[in-house]
């Protein structure tokens, strides 16, 4: 038997190893432990594991319909906010996300509902993030959408605390989509070929991009990168105003196709 509150407000408590298994999601591990035959766990509280990482840990799977606020369409996820909800944004800390393809825009946007608690969100299928969709995220520190293609209009803008994401299957990356991402250190965009203006601008943690394929870049992209030291633009062929403006560490680049500098 588990009681209520046994391990509430364990603010470091993000797994459960039962049975061989490891949860790191309340849900999950109730629907297992529910599913087993003697010896099991009797009884569990709902407010077992209240506050913590673990209860807070939010797990997506395709449907249709609408759950806590989720609007679930097809392959879309969006947040709907005209609805009583009754889950609290501010308490969710992960969310995975299966089968789906498509996040809306605005879904995480925290000028909208209060994602303060947000870290890590996973979504393996996923090909396209909508515009803004998880602008001014505070927490958030990891994505692992290995598949994504598509970025929209702003959608990381400023996430402060965002260190590291797979962009290797992006080829499109809309305005301002990482502007203020100031922990982002490194970035590998090996099929990107447009950079567009101030995707990075005010990255000023970020040492290290990989511009391989890249022809175009936009206006202001990398303004005030102020810790990026060297930049190959062998492939480049246009660079926009302002793109590398205020790069106070730039000590060397090469761009033997560059045919225009704004």
Known sequence: LIYDYAFADCLSLNTVYYKGELFNNFEDFKDFNNSQSAPKIYYIDETAFQNTPFNNNVRFIYTTGIIDGFYLSSDLIRYNDFLTNNISTNDISSIELIQFTKISNNTFNAYDNSWNNLTTVTGL????????????CPSLTQINLSNIQS????????CPSLTEIDLFSVTSIGVSAFSNCTSLTEINIPLLQDISDSVFSNCSSLTQIDLSSVTNIGAYAFFYCTSLT????????????SAFSNCTSLTEINIPLLQDIS
């Open 125 to 136: 299928n996923l090909i396209t993030i909508g515009i803004y969709a998880f602008i001014s």
């Open 151 to 158: 970025i929209g209009y702003g959608a990381f803008r400023r």
């Open 230 to 241: 060297q930049i190959d633009l062998s492939s480049v062929t246009s660079i926009g105003v």
